[in-house]
C-alpha cells in the first residue's frame, strides 16, 4: 500500500512542489538510537566519534571503538550511517592528545589525525571492521584543502590492505569531508578524491563572520552569519554542479525550520538533523516550495 511504503521509506519527504528532500539524523550519544526508528530517517547523516569517548584512553581502544560502530551500523537496517573521524581540537579537545585546547585555528579535526596517524590508525581498524554490519560511510572534519583527503585516503587503504591479508577482504567505505572551512567551500569543485560533502554551518559560521561559536560576548555577529552562509553554500555548489557527489548539510541550521526555505533554495536536498528535530523539519519542508522565486529578501 501506499501508506506502507511512506512508513519504511519515511526519510524521504517532498516539498510542497514536488522536490523529494531526504532527512537523516545527527547522533552524538548512542542512547538517542533507543527512541528512534530508523525507517523514520534516511540514515545517520552525521555520527560525532569524539562525544563517544569518555576519557582520553579510549581513543586507542579498537574494540570499544568497534563495539560503538557495529550498534549504530546495526541499528540503521542498511540505511547509509555516516561516522564521522574524531574531531578533536578546537573546543572538543582532551588536552593530553590536542594540546591546545580552545584554539579553533590551529591543530584541529583532520590536522590533528594527520599529525597524529596512530589516532587515525586505530580508528580506522575499528570502522573497517564494522563496514561488515551496514551501510559505513566515513567523513573527514575540519578539512581545508585536498591533501588533506588525499592522505586520509591513503591511510585508510593501507589499513584496510593490512586487515585483509590472510582474512577476510575489507573494502575501503565511501570517504567524504565536513565542508566547514571557507576556503574549502570555495575550492569544493578541487577535491576529487572525496565522495561525498556535508556542510558544518556550525563552523563555517564562525569562520565566516571571525566569532567564535561558543564566546558569548560575540554571540551576536555569530547570529549574523546566515545569509554570508547562504551565499557561500549556493556558490560552492554551483562549483560541483558537474561532480555528481551527494551532497547533505549536517550543522544545526538544517535543524532550524527558519531556515530551511533559503537552505532549500540555496540548492540543498539532504538535511541532517538534530533526532529531537526530525518530525518539525519533515513538516515544515512538506510546507515549504524549493524552487519559489527570489524575493528580496532572499
Ligand atoms: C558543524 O560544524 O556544523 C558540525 C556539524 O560539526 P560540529 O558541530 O560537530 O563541529
Ligand atoms: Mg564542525
Known amino acids: 500500500s501506499p501508506d506502507a511504503h511512506h512508513r519504511s521509506d519515511a526519510g524521504k519527504v517532498e516539498t510542497a512542489d514536488g522536490i523529494p528532500v531526504q532527512v537523516s539524523v545527527n547522533i552524538s550519544v548512542l542512547s538517542e538510537l533507543d527512541r528512534l526508528d ?50 578533536l581540537g578546537g573546543d572538543k579537545a582532551f588536552p593530553t592528545i590536542a594540546g591546545e585546547h580552545g584554539s579553533f585555528l590551529g591543530l584541529r579535526g583532520v590536522r590533528l589525525l594527520l599529525s597524529k596517524p596512530e589516532i587515525l590508525r586505530v580508528q580506522a581498524r575499528a570502522l573497517l571492521r564494522a563496514a561488515a554490519f551496514g551501510q559505513l560511510r566515513i567523513m573527514l572534519p575540519m578539512v581545508t584543502i585536498p591533501a588533506e583527503v588525499d592522505a586520509a585516503a591513503a591511510i585508510l587503504k593501507e589499513e584496510a590492505d593490512l586487515l585483509s591479508i590472510g582474512g577476510k577482504f575489507h573494502p575501503v567505505p565511501p570517504l567524504g569531508m565536513m565542508v566547514e572551512v571557507p576556503a574549502a567551500a570555495l575550492m569544493l569543485e578541487t577535491f576529487y578524491k572525496a565522495d561525498f560533502f556535508s556542510f558544518g554551518t556550525n563552523d563555517l559560521g564562525q569562520y565566516l563572520v571571525a566569532a567564535a561559536r561558543d564566546n558569548p560576548a560575540v554571540a551576536g555577529l555569530h547570529a549574523e552569519a546566515p545569509p554570508a552562509i547562504y551565499r557561500l553554500i549556493a556558490a560552492s555548489l554551483k562549483g560541483i554542479d558537474s561532480m555528481s557527489r551527494p551532497v547533505s548539510i549536517c550543522g544545526d541550521m538544517a535543524s532550524d525550520p527558519a531556515c530551511l526555505g533559503s537552505l532549500l533554495k540555496c540548492g540543498l536536498r539532504h538535511f541532517s538533523v538534530t533526532p529531537s528535530r526530525l518530525m518539525a523539519v519533515k513538516s515544515a519542508i512538506r510546507a515549504l516550495n524549493a524552487n519559489a522565486p527570489q524575493t528580496a529578501a532572499d
Not at 562525544?51 to 557495529?70: G, K, V
Not at 540503521?76 to 574524531?86: E, G, N, S, T
Open 38 to 87: 530508523p525507517t523514520t530517517t534516511a540514515g545517520v547523516g552525521l555520527l560525532r566519534t569524539e562525544f563517544l569517548l569518555s576519557s582520553p584512553s579510549d581513543i586507542f581502544n579498537e574494540e570499544e571503538q568497534f563495539a560503538a560502530y557495529r550498534r549504530i551500523l546495526e541499528w540503521a537496517q542498511q540505511k547509509p550511517v555516516v561516522i564521522r573521524l574524531f574531531d
